[in-house]
C-alpha cells in the first residue's frame, strides 16, 4: 500500500517496520518529524519514544538500549551530532548489541540551520557506515536496511537524509509493522563496555578490520547504480543522482551515471565506472566527499581522468543543489546550450523584504523591548537558538554561536575584559538542553553577567515540542515539571526572579534589578508561546487605536509587532493582533485601548 | 524529453496554509495513481515568512521545480507571486490571489508594498495566462476567511491533471468534519471564479 508521506514520517515508518524498541531524539529543523511521526504506535507496539533533553543524551540512551539487544534510534540535525560526538566516537570503538542507527538531517543552503556540515565527514571521522537516501522511499527502506547491517557488522549505522528528503513528500509503499524483540538483557562483558585505555586499544584494532568487512558488506546493497553510456560521465551522491538523471533526461544525452547511496563508496562499481569514461562530473551537495574519493581511486585506475566537480568550480561548493544547476553543470561538460533563469528584475527592485518574524504577541519580543530598556543600546547582548534569534533587529541579538553558548560567550566576554553591562538570552528548551553547565561555570566562576531566560514553556522554533520544564513527555504523558527557578538556584545564581514579560513596566524593573546585582543575575520571562496559547484555546480580547489620541509618534510601530501598522497618520491594530496589550503599555499617549 | 507531468509552485505567508493545500494535492494524486514529489518549506522560514512548496505530479525525480518551468504558480499572495514568478514556465499559469498581506518590514515603514498592477505586469510579461482572483474576500464570503487557501485550490482544480471530487476526497481527509461544508464553498466559490 502506498502513502503520500513526509520523508521523516517515511524515515519513522522505517524504524517501525524494522521493529525498533527505543527511540530518542532532540528536535532540530529538519529532522524533528521523525520522532513525532513515531508516537502515535508507541502503545500498541510497546516501543519507547522520548524527546531527549539533548543530543548527546539521546545517542547515550540509545546506546544503553542497544547495548541489552534492543534496537534504538537517536535522532537529530547535524548540528546535534557536534553535541553527541562524544558518545558517537567512541561508541565505533564499542560497537553495538541491538541494531543501532543514528539519524542525522544536514541542511544543505542553512534554511533552518547556523552551518552546512556534512554528515558523511563524521562517518568517515568514526569509521563506520553511512547511507545517503535520494528520496522518502529510499530513506525508508535504507532505515530498515541499517538495523540489519548495523547487527551485521556490530557497529552503529548513520543514516543521513538531506532537508529535501526529510522534508519532500512523496508516495510511499509501506510494509507491515515489526514487533520488538521481546526478551533481551544486558550481558557483562567489560572488554566492550568499559572503554578502559587497555579495553579501547583492542577494540581500535577491531574497528580497523571492520573496515573491510563494511566494504563487503556495503557492496551487495542496492544503493548504488551504474549505468554505462558514452565516455562521459556523472557520479553522484544520495539526492543529486536524481536531478543529475532529470537533467540527463532533458538534456537527451546518453552519458555514463553512477549514483551512489553507501559511503564508503563501493570499490568494485566505481573502478568499473571510473575505467569506462575519460570524462567524470561528480555531483554532491555540502563537502567534497565523493570527490576526494573519486580522485584517489582514479589515482590507481585511470590516472588521466579528467575529474570535473567542486574543486573545479563546475558544481557550487555551498548551498543546495537542484535539477537546474544539475543540468547547466551536466550541459558545459557536454557542450550543451545552458538555460539560464535569473529571478525578475521587479522582484528585486519593488518587493518588500519578507524575513520571518516572531509572532504577532510573541512574548519574546516584549522581554526583549523591556531588555533594551533597561539596558540600553550600549550593553552587550549574547544570545542563542530558537524563535527569539529572530529578534535580531530589536538590538538585542548580539552573537548567535551554536545551543547553549549565550552564557558562555558572555562571561568570556565579560573574563575578556568587557566593562559595559552584559545580558544574554537564551530560550527554555534551549537552557535545559546545554545552557546548564553553561550557567554553572557562569556562577562558579563568577561571571557578573546578567542572564534573561525566555520561558515560553515549549520548544517552539521547532514546531512546539515539550521538554522537562513542561510537565508533559512526547506521548502527552504526565511527569515532573522542572522548576527553571531552582535549577538556576541549585546552579549558584543568588538572584533569580520570574517575571511576565506582558508586564511591561515590571519587566524592565526586573531587568533594572539584575542589572544592579553585583553577580550572576538571571530573569525568568514567563508567558506561553503565543501559539501554544491559542492551541489551548486561550483568547485575549484584541485592542484598537483610538486615533484621536493617537499622536502618530510610531513608538508602538517601531515595536515591530505584525499586527501594528501605520497607515501615514495613525497606528493601525489588523486582525493579527492577539491581545497581549504591551503595544498599549508602550503607548505614552493612552491611544490603544482594549475592544470592549 | 519531459520528465514531469505538471509541475506546480505553491507560495504565499507562513500560516496561510500552503502546506495544507500542497498536501490535499499530493494526496489526490497519489488517489489518482499518480508518482508525486513535493517539497515543503519548515522551520525558521516558516515564521511569516515568505514560504514555497514544490509540487510534481507525474515525476519520479527530485522534489524541486526548476526555475522557469512551474506549469501552474499558485500565489495565495501577490508580492510572493512576484518573488517566485521566475519559476513559471513561459507555457506556464499564475493564479494569484489579490489581496496583500503586508510584511513586517512594511508596518514598520521600512519598505512599501507596490500597487497590484507593477505586481502583476512582469508576471504577464513572462507567462501565458493570470488569473486573478480576491480568494480572501471570496473566503469570507464561504463563510470563514481562513478557507482563502482553499479558495485557491478550487481554482487551481481547472488546471491540474486531477478529477474535482479526487481533490474534494483529498481535501475532507485532511480538515475536521465540521469545517468540510465551508471547505467545500470555498473550493466552489474558487473554482467559480476561474469558470468565467
Known sequence: MKEYLLGNAAIARGILEAGAGVVTGYPGTPASEIVESVVPFAKKYDLHVEWAVNEKTALEVAIGASWMGTRAVAVMKHVGLNVAADPFMTLAYTGVSGGLVVIVSDDPFCHSSQNEQDTRRYAQFASVPCLDPADPQEAKDMCIYAFELSEELELPVLLRPTTRVSHARADVEVGRIKKRNSNPEFVKDPARWVMLPAHARPRHTELLKKQDMIKASLKNSPWNRLVLGEDAGVITSGIAGLYAEEAIKQLEIDISILRIGTFPPPDGLCSEFLEHVTKVMVIEELEPVLEEYVERLARENNPDLKILGKRTDHIPREGELDTLVVRNAIARMADRPLVEVPALKEAEEILPPRPPALCPGCSHRAAYYAMMKAFGKDAIFPSDIGCYTLAVRMGTIDTCLCMGASITVASGIRFGGEERDICCSIGDSTFLHTGLPGLLNAAYNKARITVAILDNSTTAMTGHQPHPGTGFTVTGEKTKAVSLEAVANALGADFVETVDPYDVDATIEAFKRAKEYPGLSVVIAKQACVISAIRAGIRRRPFVVNSENCNGCKKCVKFGCPAIEFDGENARINVLCTGCGVCAQICENNAIEVVD | ?196
Open chain 2, 1 to 196: 524529453m519531459k520528465t514531469t507531468e505538471c509541475d506546480i509552485v505553491v507560495v504565499g505567508v507562513g500560516g496561510q496554509g500552503v502546506i495544507l493545500i500542497s498536501n490535499v494535492i499530493g494526496k489526490a494524486a497519489l488517489k489518482a495513481g499518480l508518482p508525486v514529489r513535493g517539497a515543503e518549506t519548515h522551520g525558521m522560514a516558516q515564521r511569516g515568512g515568505s514560504v514555497m512548496n514544490h509540487l510534481r505530479l507525474g515525476c519520479e525525480f527530485g522534489p524541486l521545480v526548476p526555475a522557469g518551468s512551474a506549469d501552474i504558480l499558485l500565489a495565495l499572495e501577490p508580492a510572493e507571486a512576484l518573488r517566485y514568478g521566475h519559476y513559471l514556465s513561459r507555457d506556464g499559469v499564475a493564479l494569484v490571489n489579490t489581496y496583500p498581506v503586508l510584511p513586517t518590514t512594511v508596518t514598520t515603514g521600512k519598505s512599501s508594498y507596490p500597487p497590484l498592477e507593477e505586481i502583476l505586469a512582469p508576471l504577464r510579461r513572462i507567462c501565458r495566462d493570470i488569473k486573478t482572483l480576491d480568494a480572501t474576500k471570496l473566503a469570507a464570503t464561504a463563510g470563514n476567511p481562513q478557507t482563502m487557501n482553499v479558495v485557491m485550490l478550487g481554482a487551481l482544480s481547472k488546471y491540474v491533471p486531477l478529477q474535482e471530487e479526487t481533490l474534494i476526497e483529498a481535501l475532507s481527509e485532511s480538515i475536521k468534519a465540521k469545517y468540510l461544508e465551508v471547505n467545500r464553498r470555498a473550493f466552489a466559490l474558487g473554482k467559480g471564479e476561474v469558470e468565467l
